[in-house]
């Protein structure tokens, strides 16, 4: 479909042409960040990740980014090589190394390092580990609500790949995000293991019933930070807000479903499997939750 979008979209900017990439304790021009083939999260997508989003100078809820992160590190048993302190001071030497403020968007990575040989036991990783910071500028530009399509791609067992992880193995995700894609989509809904609706390929789903905000239990998904501030918004302001399980025929009917997610903050849904969401467009709940956040972003990065 040509006019496909993302939620991760956002406008050009060419001064990401020039930016700086933190690399091993090193600044690098980004023409010349690299990393081995032999990296772990080349070879094997052995390695973990967050996404952070600067305003006025701060990174938004930054304590609970680093205690996602370095949760994930203890689940891998993957030694990041330093404290939460370390990894802040390199992400602040980042974003001062290219002279951002504002409309920011970082990816941190650390994979196990460098292995020794092309296999896969994590003993092999002898070097490392590797951590990579990219900051750019990012004003996301996202020109309508996200059309969806329910995909037979699940997120599954916390015994097979904990949907909880910000891992570097999204193979699931990317093929769900292509089978959505040639269903004329823009990006896949995912149930879970049970049937239940679960989450998209790239961000947490909400649905609005009758004046009530539902989100699927949790159990399934990654563990979302704006997702939880969303949630806690709605508990602050008097919004019924409910973590259950419902199904696709409750999402069908619903009056506005939005996404959540630290990169568009809350997106609104148009469509799902070709069934008009409520308007399509962004419904009342939804923006007052919109302004909810972005007074709450306001407050934390004041």
């Given at each position: 479909?040509?006019?496909?979008?993302?939620?991760?979209?956002?406008?050009?900017?060419?001064?990401?042409?020039?930016?700086?990439?933190?690399?091993?304790?090193?600044?690098?021009?980004?023409?010349?960040?690299?990393?081995?083939?032999?990296?772990?999260?080349?070879?094997?997508?052995?390695?973990?990740?967050?996404?952070?989003?600067?305003?006025?100078?701060?990174?938004?809820?930054?304590?609970?980014?680093?205690?996602?992160?370095?949760?994930?590190?203890?689940?891998?048993?993957?030694?990041?090589?330093?404290?939460?302190?370390?990894?802040?001071?390199?992400?602040?030497?980042?974003?001062q190394a290219n002279g951002m403020q504002s409309n920011t968007h970082a990816r941190l990575m650390i994979t196990r390092g460098v292995k020794s040989?092309?296999?896969?036991?994590?003993?092999?990783?002898?070097?490392?580990?590797?951590?990579?910071?990219?900051?750019?500028?990012?004003?996301?530009?996202?020109?309508?609500?996200?059309?969806?399509?329910?995909?037979?791609?699940?997120?599954?067992?916390?015994?097979?790949?904990?949907?909880?992880?910000?891992?570097?193995?999204?193979?699931?995700?990317?093929?769900?995000?292509?089978?959505?894609?040639?269903?004329?989509?823009?990006?896949?809904?995912?149930?879970?293991?049970?049937?239940?609706?679960?989450?998209?390929?790239?961000?947490?789903?909400?649905?609005?019933?009758?004046?009530?905000?539902?989100?699927?239990?949790?159990?399934?998904?990654?563990?979302?930070?704006?997702?939880?501030?969303?949630?806690?918004?709605?508990?602050?302001?008097?919004?019924?807000?409910?973590?259950?399980?419902?199904?696709?025929?409750?999402?069908?009917?619903?009056?506005?479903?939005?996404?959540?997610?630290?990169?568009?903050?809350?997106?609104?849904?148009?469509?799902?499997?070709?069934?008009?969401?409520?308007?399509?467009?962004?419904?009342?709940?939804?923006?007052?939750?919109?302004?909810?956040?972005?007074?709450?972003?306001?407050?934390?990065?004041?």
């Open positions: 479909m040509t006019d496909s979008i993302t939620t991760h979209q956002a406008a050009d900017d060419a001064r990401n042409e020039a930016i700086v990439i933190y690399v091993n304790g090193k600044l690098t021009p980004r023409a010349e960040a690299k990393v081995s083939v032999y990296d772990s999260g080349f070879m094997l997508g052995d390695g973990i990740w967050e996404g952070l989003r600067l305003y006025n100078g701060k990174w938004a809820f930054l304590a609970e980014h680093m205690d996602r992160l370095f949760e994930a590190s203890l689940a891998l048993d993957l030694d990041i090589g330093m404290d939460r302190a370390g990894v802040i001071a390199a992400l602040e030497a980042t974003r040989k092309p296999f896969q036991h994590p003993s092999l990783s002898q070097s490392g580990p590797t951590m990579v910071i990219i900051c750019e500028h990012s004003t996301p530009s996202i020109p309508r609500p996200i059309r969806l399509a329910t995909v037979p791609h699940m997120r599954g067992l916390p015994m097979t790949q904990d949907p909880k992880l910000n891992s570097h193995s999204k193979l699931n995700c990317v093929l769900a995000c292509i089978a959505a894609e040639k269903a004329g989509a823009d990006e896949a809904l995912m149930l879970d293991v049970n049937g239940f609706v679960n989450t998209t390929n790239a961000c947490n789903f909400f649905i609005v019933r009758k004046g009530e905000v539902w989100t699927s239990t949790g159990d399934y998904c990654i563990n979302g930070i704006t997702r939880q501030k969303v949630i806690d918004l709605c508990r602050a302001d008097g919004i019924p807000v409910f973590e259950r399980n419902f199904s696709l025929v409750d999402t069908y009917g619903a009056d506005e479903a939005f996404l959540t997610g630290t990169f568009g903050a809350q997106t609104p849904v148009a469509s799902l499997d070709g069934r008009t969401i409520g308007s399509g467009e962004l419904g009342p709940v939804t923006k007052r939750l919109r302004t909810l956040y972005k007074a709450l972003i306001e407050k934390e990065t004041a």
